[in-house]
């Protein structure tokens, strides 16, 4: 029997990314494993072999409506009449409003909107909702999918069943998570799971970075955090550049280890912004108090409102673009494949959330309806109707100039194309020109 309680470490692994952004969707991924596992799958049994229509059948009443609309207030009994705090707060679930709350804000994960989450009705949404919920089921390994059917599974998956500890409570990938949790032990006398990672910070730095990384450790276990004065060594400037920032978090991304910080810098003297920082790079770092006269006005007025960023926005701004400049605009992104080398290397692989396979035919809806630039728009048509049906055509939402996105763009060539966005599109073209000059010069 699934008895698992919704704790945040549970629902954080269901949400797969934000569990501030996707905590109702998480919880009701919750109730659908107590739904199908649980004391409800004794009494409401499903087949071996189940579609969504046989699940909707069993989970609600007989007057629940069956098309995509969201469902009405139409019968008490029906479980789409049931709130989130309901399902969550049951009276024999033995959960503790409060100490839920508690543990939601303990973890950054307490949404502004909170009260409306648990007033609101759980499953009264549409009915792609619900396929999707069982779609991502199937991915997590709660479902076997074959077509349009389910099956359970015999075996349930790995997840966070106490407060995680380690590795796998700091890895943002959920599958990556899953394995480093299952495997963090020795097996018969060896250890059987590695993780290696290109780190471009040269071991001369390896002080440094482990001391800016001490600092950040004591600075975060005091309450209040306090911002710092920063003095850090731009690459895109080649300058040393100052700032007063709130310090929020640290990412490993790529080839090295960055602070996430929100404040004021040299090149941003007049408003908040966000930065990352390279740690490597950093020269001084000192932290101050809040009464320090130095703190900009805003800033402060951040912290006496209790406004200050979290870790769990960085999160939810990468969700919404590829990309770690995650202050960066974005902007769509529309590529094409050869055919081949997308069976080969990206079909089936998972880049970014946006990051979604499209028909051929729909390539010109989406350059009509982005690319403003009357020119633009049919000079990429003129290149897109030249192309072929059968190749991969791909849409995804990138941070404009984000050096890591640039970076896996150039790693696909020369199978990958830009079709969209115009000025990129004419970068990577300028960069394909460079290297055949080199090139030529034999």
């Not at 779609?135 to 349930?156: C, M, P, T």
């Not at 895109?236 to 080839?255: A, D, K």
């Not at 769990?312 to 990468?318: F, L, R, T, V």
């Not at 190749?391 to 020369?414: E, I, Q």
């Amino acid at each position: 029997m699934f008895q698992d309680p919704p704790t945040v470490e549970l629902l954080q692994w269901l949400a797969r990314s934000s569990l501030k952004q996707n905590l109702a969707r998480a919880i009701r991924l919750w109730a659908w494993l107590c739904f199908l596992y649980g004391d409800e799958s004794e009494i409401h049994p499903m087949p071996p072999s189940f579609s969504y229509a046989e699940w909707r059948d069993r989970f609600f009443t007989a007057t629940h409506p069956i098309n995509d609309n969201l469902p009405p207030l139409h019968d008490a009994n029906c479980r789409c009449h049931l709130t989130t705090a309901a399902w969550l707060f049951d009276p024999g679930s033995e959960l503790s409003q409060t100490d839920w709350l508690q543990s939601l804000t303990q973890h950054d994960s307490l949404p502004n909107n909170i009260d409306t989450i648990l007033r609101s009705r759980l499953f009264a949404v549409t009915r792609r909702s619900l396929s999707e919920d069982l779609q991502i089921l199937a991915r997590l390994g709660w479902l076997k999918q074959q077509d349009q059917k389910y099956q359970r599974v015999q075996s349930y998956p790995t997840r966070p069943q106490s407060n995680p500890t380690g590795l796998s409570n700091i890895l943002v990938q959920a599958d990556l998570a899953m394995i480093a949790n299952n495997l963090d032990q020795q097996l018969s006398g060896y250890q059987r799971f590695f993780i290696h990672v290109d780190y471009i910070v040269p071991a001369s730095k390896g002080d440094a970075v482990e001391d800016w990384q001490d600092a950040l450790r004591k600075i975060w276990e005091k309450s209040p955090i306090v911002p710092v004065a920063i003095a850090y060594h731009s690459a895109q400037s080649g300058q040393l550049e100052n700032g007063i920032v709130y310090p929020v978090c640290i990412y490993y991304v790529q080839r090295a280890t960055y602070l996430c910080a929100w404040g004021y810098t040299s090149d941003s003297a007049t408003s908040l912004t966000w930065r990352n920082y390279r740690l490597d790079r950093i020269k001084t770092l000192s932290p101050l108090t809040w009464k320090d006269p130095r703190i900009p006005k805003k800033l402060y007025a951040t912290f006496k409102a209790k406004t200050l960023p979290t870790p769990d926005y960085i999160q939810e701004q990468m969700s919404y673009a590829w990309g770690f400049d995650f202050y960066q605009p974005d902007e769509l992104m529309v590529i094409r494949f050869d055919d081949w080398f997308d069976v080969g290397y990206v079909q089936g692989t998972m880049r970014h959330e946006t990051f979604k396979s499209i028909p051929y035919d729909q390539v010109k809806l989406l350059i009509e309806t982005h690319v403003t630039d009357r020119q633009q728009r049919q000079a990429i048509l003129n290149v897109w109707e030249k192309r072929s049906p059968h190749d991969a055509y791909y849409r995804v939402r990138y941070r404009k100039d984000d050096p890591n996105v640039l970076l896996r763009l150039r790693a696909w060539r020369p199978k990958i194309e830009i079709l969209s966005p115009w000025s990129l599109r004419q970068k990577i073209a300028q960069e394909v020109a460079q290297e055949y000059q080199m090139y030529d010069e034999s």
